[in-house]
């Protein structure tokens, strides 16, 4: 089992940058693909951005493509989720979420793939 914990988030002014982190409990953190996701008030949540478990395959959804990079590094059981250009739209609480592969290039974009969650760290984007 692993635990999640989220950082970074905050409030930015529109065109502003943040970077959020997400430390990972335990001594596996090689075996886990890892995915952001967020979610808005009264809308569903969505996924962000996925890496594979030896970083080498990344996802990102069409409205963060280019603004957002995903990275993990290893030695510190931490994925990075690095914002530019936040836009209002981008407010919401963003979490962390881990799944287990045997995949060293696979990864999950969908929410219920997924076995373990963080608790969420908000991010607020003002115009």
């Known amino acids: 089992q692993v635990q999640l914990v989220e950082s970074g988030g905050g409030l930015v002014q529109s065109g502003g940058s943040l970077r959020l982190s997400c430390a990972a409990s335990g001594r596996t953190f090689s075996r886990y693909v890892m995915g952001w996701f967020r979610q808005a008030p009264g809308k569903e949540r969505e996924s962000v951005a996925a890496?594979?478990?030896?970083?080498?395959?990344?996802y990102y959804s069409d409205s963060v493509k280019v603004r957002f990079t995903i990275s993990r590094d290893s030695a510190k059981n931490t994925v990075y989720l690095q914002m530019n250009s936040l836009k209002p739209e981008d407010t919401a609480v963003y979490y962390c979420?881990?799944?287990?592969?045997?995949?060293?290039?696979?990864?999950?974009?969908?929410?219920?793939?997924?076995?373990?969650w963080g608790q969420g760290t908000q991010v607020t984007v003002s115009s």
């Open positions: 890496i594979s478990r030896s970083g080498g395959s990344t």
């Open positions: 979420a881990a799944k287990v592969t045997f995949s060293d290039s696979y990864y999950y974009t969908r929410g219920n793939e997924y076995d373990y």
